[in-house]
């Protein structure tokens, strides 16, 4: 069984690396951030609190975000491991989680600002379907315009430079310390995230010793 981690600021990677690396090793990818989404879109009672945070712009408190994880992971469908993407984000939670888990690793991307200015500043998104585009390496065929439905591409509220400086602040501030806790721990691997995304996955199965990444069909 594997257990990892996968850490990195805004446009690092860590959902497209996550992916990449279950898909044929068979482990379950767990996106803290698409659980929230869930139970939101759901209407779940914890969808309700989260709402309630997010409209009165404050974070999700570390007991309720401890509390998703707790119930995810207590699903128990990830036979072969799982890679945890969004988790934890500072210093309490990666308490709770070094406590109550035993993982294999953490995975480090490593991504300079300015690279990750280029990159979620070039992000669009379709109002209309909701598809994503990325102006970089996936710009739709018709200019502005989504290639499934043809609406005009917007601009995501949180992907303008005001938002991604504030978010940039909050990561090195609250989750780069995390990092420092699993350094203790001797399970932190930094990765080059600059590279191309199979690059990037190469450099990850290579550093924890995980057969090469195979793609499915």
Sequence with gaps: ???YVIMGVQGSGKGTQSTMLCADLDLVHIS???LFRWHVQSHTKLG???RRAMKAGELVSDDLVESVVRGRLDQHDWNFG???DGFPRNGRQAEFFMESYDIDGVIHLELPDDEVRRRVLSRRLCPGCGMDYNLIADRPEVEGRCDICGTELITREDDT???LAARLH???EKTRPVLELFRRKEVVHDIDATAASDQVQAGIRETLGLPAYRPKG
């Design 170 to 172: 909050d990561y090195y």
């Design 48 to 50: 309700a609190q989260v």
């Design 82 to 84: 799982f890679v945890i």
């Design 32 to 34: 803290v951030g698409d």
């Design 161 to 163: 430079p005001e938002a």
């Design 1 to 3: 069984m594997r257990k």
